[in-house]
């Protein structure tokens, strides 16, 4: 997908980039590289590990532990950052449902982005993850 349009899809429809200007989605965009992945394509395995997160763009995910699915991740969403930021393994198996695009991002690089994004990210992951909680919780 041509940058442009990605970054004014990204403007348009994802909740992850709600903070997010045209300048900011593009420094941001350096640190990241697109992955697609097919029906049935395994993203990641539970106990695997990772210093990388996604951020869907298009298509969904099941997330499941031990044959049982505990999610569905939407466009918009991020997976696999709670491993990824806190040096973790996989909790989960994540494996695509349909034609999946993704945002692939290395923590390793979130460090060298400035000091505005970095603050802006992790806020916005929070906030997924509060939501994310919140709604297995019952209280969404």
Known sequence: MEITKLIQRLMDSND???RFDKEEIEEFLK???AKT???GESIY???AKGST???VISGSIVVSKKGRRIDIVRDGECL???GAIASL???ANAEAIGTVIMLEIDTNLINVMSAKIQAKLYKNIALLVSQRLRKRLGHV
């Open 80 to 82: 696999g950052e709670m």
């Open 16 to 18: 992850f980039f709600d």
């Open 53 to 55: 997160f996604f951020i």
């Open 89 to 91: 393994p996989r909790s």
């Open 31 to 33: 640190g990241c590289s």
């Open 45 to 47: 395995n539970e106990g």
């Open 37 to 39: 992945f097919e029906d």
